[in-house]
């Protein structure tokens, strides 16, 4: 079975330096034990603290900009995160998105990662689900768009993240269930290989949306290629269990 990923979303937590590290080091010290690969998204202010060597340990941003360098306050380009060892960057996160970041702008920034060998975790998911599936024509659009300037080649590079808006921190027992996760998982794919061909049948699918400890082995089960997790990541003692169950 191939090697599932498990990102760490971190968002804009902990408070200090001090308690980050001792997340990361509690992080390091059971990644080598389990077989998934596992990406640490911390703020960016952290990323320079982590230093380490390990083959199933990775950095990951949780934004870029889609410029290399030039007058822009208050951005990151991917060049700096690339020489950070940074290599995956989330993009597009539902959290940005409702901060006006729209698919043209997370097109732009899926290539600015791809030329820096930084692979994007692409994220997409409804707002809500309606009883007659229109949900399904919106999350096409959104796909379609988000990856227009991606090209048959560049698609085995990137990480599909299915998070459904309404299924992310909703203090536990919120996360969509299985089945929905393996149906929705179908229809991405889909939706991918009808645009791409035959490469997209590479692209890890993930999910994300409150995965937790308790819920681990149920959304495993729905063949996802991964997880996204963002609250549970926070704690190590949680997170471990959910690596572990994604190790399986
Ligand atoms: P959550 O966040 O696990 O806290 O729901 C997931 C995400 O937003 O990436």
Known sequence: MAKKIVIANWKMNPASAKEALDIFNAI???????SASIVVCPPFPFLSLFSFKAKNLFLGAQ???????GAFTGEVASPMLASLNVSYSLVGHSER???GET??????????????????????GEKERDGEGIFFNYLKEQ?????????????????VAYEPVWAISTEGNGAMDSSAIYETIIFLRKILVDKYGKEASKVKIIYGGSVNS??????FSSGVDGVLVGKDSLSPVNFEKIVKEMSA
């Open 28 to 34: 390091k010290k059971f990644g080598g034990k389990y």
């Open 63 to 69: 934004n870029l900009f889609y410029e290399k360098k």
């Open 97 to 99: 998105r409702k901060l």
């Open 103 to 124: 698919d043209d702008v997370v097109s732009r920034k899926i290539s600015s990662a791809l030329s820096e060998k930084i692979t994007p975790i692409v994220c997409v």
């Open 143 to 159: 796909v379609l768009s988000s990856l227009k300037s991606i090209s048959k080649k560049q698609i085995s590079k990137i990480i």
């Open 214 to 219: 308790k819920n681990i082995n149920s959304i």
